[in-house]
């Protein structure tokens, strides 16, 4: 014979239940109801570059936070150098032996060639990189007119047809190693020496006007001489 304790047991319990089956529904046709421990099969969104920490459920939420608000990603341990086991690639292999410094600058700007061809084919390949990399603040063309000058209020690079029209292939690539005044930062992190030397390439093609070779005043006039 039931009790009267055990049926009000049982009818409470029974509340309960359908409390929780109703509550779980929801009225929002969109939610997924009451999810027990949804981060066993919902995966988080994780944002690049950023390090959210450790579990805020072992830690507080205080350390937590400040963890979360601390960039994730790191540079490399200074000397280290990206290895090529492409044998054809070994000439990156080597370390840059030109100083931050404006003797290192000019030094670069003297004695830095670049080992790769200028063909149509780098140039591409240049161009494609200094897209992702150049163009917000040089511009599409090398005039310095790029989205982040016009729309925010930035300095504007010299133009590559202009005050930077005769820099060298070695300085150009010395600024990306190191970057240039205050605006334009380092990109040795972010470009391998190879595609530094290809971004020079592109930026060799834009000095040029947007052809593979310079026409000299010299070889115009000795043409003109000719005919």
């Keep these: 014979m039931r009790t009267s304790n055990s049926t009000s047991t049982y009818t409470l319990g029974t509340v309960l239940a359908v409390v929780l089956l109703m509550s779980s529904c929801g009225g929002d046709p969109n939610s997924p109801g009451v999810e027990y421990m949804p981060d066993m099969y919902r995966s988080p969104a994780i944002e690049a570059y950023v390090d959210f920490g450790q579990d805020p459920y072992m830690i507080t939420e205080d350390s937590a936070k400040v963890q979360r608000n601390r960039q994730g990603a790191r540079l ?9 086991l492409d044998a054809s690639k070994a000439q990156f292999n080597m370390p840059y032996p030109y100083p931050n410094s404006n003797d290192g600058y000019e030094a670069a700007g003297l004695n830095l060639k670049s080992p790769i061809a200028m063909t149509e084919a780098t140039v ?11 163009l917000h603040c040089h511009g599409e063309k090398g005039e310095g007119d790029g989205g982040v000058v016009k729309n925010g209020n930035y300095p504007t690079p010299p133009s590559y047809t202009a005050a930077l029209k005769d820099l060298s292939e070695g300085k150009i690539f010395h600024a990306m190693v190191y970057g240039k005044n205050v605006a334009m930062g380092p990109h040795a992190s972010q470009l391998n020496k190879e595609e530094r030397w290809l971004v020079v390439h592109y930026v060799k093609y834009l000095q040029n006007g947007g052809k593979m070779q310079r026409e000299t005043a010299e070889a115009t006039a000795t043409t003109a001489a000719v005919n």
């Design 76 to 84: 490399p341990v200074a000397g280290t150098i990206p290895f090529a």
């Design 124 to 134: 591409e390949q240049g161009k494609v990189i200094y897209t992702k990399f150049c």
